[in-house]
């Protein structure tokens, strides 16, 4: 039995769960940090040779009123247990972000979306890999072909919202906008997609898959929770395994392909370069060389909202996608490894780090939280799962640069004896060609 039972009602708790929930409601990060279409525009209309000029929307909300108002809500949870110790940090959580909101266009809102998303060079905190790196490594990835996009934005939303209904029972809705700076975002149980975008049927599956079947999904989960309603808004620190597990849906459906896990390097080495001093048109052309220009211009946005264009002080909410990516998998990895499938279960019951899934499993256990209602279409086939789980562990063994240099120094044998070379020493009879050119 968890120790804090007894000493909280659960009606008590889902009292302060629903009033987080109602505080964080005004606070719209992406609504406060979003360019118009117009600025792009006049950006490329002007040679996209000056920095660009954006004007932000007023925030909806009084910033000195809101932090008052989380910190009194902090102040009426009070009991030593580990599910009120994460509502008070869910409160400072909101606090540190309407703080950022506040601070747009300094360096200060750098350092709270710092402390909020990670840095581009922060190191797992369950492995000493860095992040960069990783982001490095899917950038140098080869292209892949390049499918066309024909749909448009209002046949993929046909697409996706059909895709999903039958796992989300009609539950989600999928709407087109024009005030949007990716091709697509979710909301509680809304997927927006980008007015003149156009999508191949490969990303409209993938969109399917990490907007309605990911993001709307555990938000819904989070919703029915019967006390902890905070679960549909997410958990403290739960963006970098939402954003990670997006891509992870893309993946275990199969519809991820490299160009998307370049696009996700590239962005994080943009941030990274930001971060360094680096302005918007040092960004852009960087990403220039690698991108159509509407698409430099519209990761380079991704950098910069709300930031400094000047350089030194962007966005960093683009670095967690490699770390949450790499983190979530490894979860499932470990969760599946040990035959663990009610934990699994329980990180699907609302949005959360990785990190919290146990306790939210062991509150299953108690009654204070339910599972999930609406189970993402690669939990389908279990069998399936751990068979991905079973081909990752095993490779794991294998070293690929060993695997490479074996089959480097059997080609270089090959051109050696093709040549009339002499046979390296040591060289298997095996590896001989089966004839040889005539002098």
């Given at each position: 039995?968890?120790?804090?039972?007894?000493?909280?009602?659960?009606?008590?708790?889902?009292?302060?769960?629903?009033?987080?929930v109602?505080?964080?409601?005004?606070?719209?990060?992406?609504?406060?940090?979003?360019?118009?279409?117009?600025?792009?525009?006049?950006?490329?209309?002007?040679?996209?040779?000056?920095?660009?000029?954006?004007?932000?929307?007023?925030?909806?909300?009084?910033?000195?009123?809101?932090?008052?108002?989380?910190?009194?809500?902090?102040?009426?949870?009070?009991?030593?247990n580990?599910?009120?110790?994460?509502?008070?940090?869910?409160?400072?959580?909101?606090?540190?972000?309407?703080?950022?909101?506040?601070?747009?266009g300094?360096?200060?809102?750098?350092?709270?979306?710092r402390?909020?998303?990670?840095?581009?060079?922060?190191?797992?905190?369950?492995?000493?890999?860095?992040?960069?790196?990783?982001?490095?490594?899917?950038?140098?990835?080869?292209?892949?072909r390049?499918?066309?996009?024909?749909?448009?934005?209002?046949?993929?939303?046909?697409?996706?919202?059909a895709?999903?209904?039958?796992?989300?029972?009609?539950?989600?809705?999928?709407?087109?906008?024009?005030?949007?700076?990716?091709?697509?975002?979710?909301?509680a149980?809304?997927?927006?997609?980008?007015?003149?975008?156009?999508f191949?049927?490969?990303?409209?599956?993938?969109?399917?898959?990490?907007?309605?079947?990911?993001?709307?999904?555990?938000?819904?989960?989070?919703?029915?929770?019967?006390?902890?309603?905070?679960?549909?808004?997410?958990?403290?620190?739960?963006?970098?395994?939402?954003?990670?597990?997006?891509?992870?849906?893309?993946?275990?459906?199969?519809?991820?392909?490299?160009?998307?896990?370049?696009?996700?390097?590239?962005?994080?080495?943009?941030?990274?370069?930001?971060?360094?001093?680096?302005?918007?048109?040092?960004?852009?052309?960087?990403l220039?060389?690698?991108?159509?220009?509407?698409?430099?211009?519209?990761?380079s946005?991704?950098?910069?909202?709300?930031?400094?264009l000047?350089?030194?002080?962007?966005f960093?909410?683009?670095?967690?996608?490699?770390?949450?990516?790499?983190?979530?998998?490894?979860?499932?990895r470990?969760?599946?490894?040990?035959?663990?499938?009610?934990?699994?279960?329980?990180?699907?019951?609302?949005?959360?780090?990785?990190?919290?899934?146990?306790?939210?499993?062991?509150?299953?256990?108690?009654?204070?939280?339910a599972?999930?209602?609406?189970?993402?279409?690669?939990?389908?086939?279990?069998d399936?799962?751990?068979?991905?789980?079973?081909?990752?562990?095993?490779?794991?063994?294998?070293?690929?640069?060993?695997?490479?240099?074996?089959?480097?120094?059997?080609?270089?044998?090959?051109?050696?004896?093709a040549?009339?070379e002499?046979?390296?020493?040591?060289?298997?009879?095996?590896?001989a060609?089966?004839?040889?050119?005539?002098?």
């Amino acid at each position: 039995m968890l120790a804090f039972l007894g000493v909280t009602a659960t009606d008590q708790l889902r009292q302060l769960s629903d009033a987080i929930v109602a505080a964080q409601r005004p606070i719209r990060i992406l609504k406060a940090v979003n360019w118009d279409a117009s600025v792009h525009e006049r950006f490329f209309r002007q040679g996209a040779k000056e920095l660009p000029r954006p004007e932000l929307s007023p925030l909806g909300f009084d910033p000195g009123a809101k932090l008052k108002e989380l910190r009194a809500l902090k102040r009426q949870i009070r009991g030593r247990n580990p599910v009120e110790a994460l509502l008070r940090e869910k409160c400072d959580e909101y606090a540190l972000t309407v703080q950022m909101l506040a601070a747009r266009g300094t360096r200060r809102f750098y350092e709270a979306s710092r402390r909020i998303y990670g840095d581009p060079r922060d190191r797992f905190p369950d492995s000493a890999v860095d992040n960069l790196a990783i982001a490095r490594l899917w950038a140098a990835r080869p292209r892949a072909r390049n499918e066309e996009a024909t749909l448009t934005a209002e046949e993929a939303a046909k697409q996706v919202e059909a895709l999903c209904a039958p796992y989300l029972g009609g539950q989600v809705k999928v709407v087109v906008r024009a005030r949007l700076t990716a091709n697509a975002a979710a909301g509680a149980t809304r997927v927006t997609l980008k007015k003149g975008a156009l999508f191949t049927p490969r990303q409209v599956h993938a969109l399917a898959h990490h907007e309605g079947l990911w993001h709307v999904l555990t938000s819904t989960n989070g919703y029915a929770q019967p006390v902890l309603t905070v679960m549909g808004v997410g958990l403290p620190r739960h963006i970098e395994s939402q954003e990670g597990g997006g891509i992870v849906s893309e993946f275990l459906s199969g519809y991820i392909t490299d160009e998307r896990y370049i696009e996700l390097g590239e962005r994080t080495i943009a941030v990274d370069m930001a971060a360094r001093g680096a302005d918007y048109l040092e960004v852009y052309r960087y990403l220039l060389a690698r991108f159509p220009a509407p698409k430099a211009a519209q990761m380079s946005e991704r950098v910069f909202r709300g930031g400094v264009l000047e350089g030194g002080a962007p966005f960093t909410k683009d670095v967690a996608y490699q770390r949450g990516y790499c983190r979530t998998f490894n979860f499932l990895r470990a969760a599946l490894e040990g035959r663990d499938l009610d934990l699994v279960r329980a990180f699907l019951a609302g949005k959360m780090s990785v990190d919290e899934a146990e306790l939210v499993r062991d509150l299953v256990e108690e009654g204070i939280c339910a599972g999930p209602v609406h189970l993402p279409a690669w939990f389908d086939d279990v069998d399936r799962l751990n068979a991905t789980v079973t081909h990752s562990v095993t490779m794991n063994r294998f070293s690929l640069p060993s695997i490479s240099r074996y089959y480097a120094r059997r080609r270089e044998r090959k051109k050696a004896w093709a040549e009339g070379e002499p046979a390296p020493e040591g060289a298997q009879p095996t590896d001989a060609p089966k004839s040889r050119p005539t002098p």
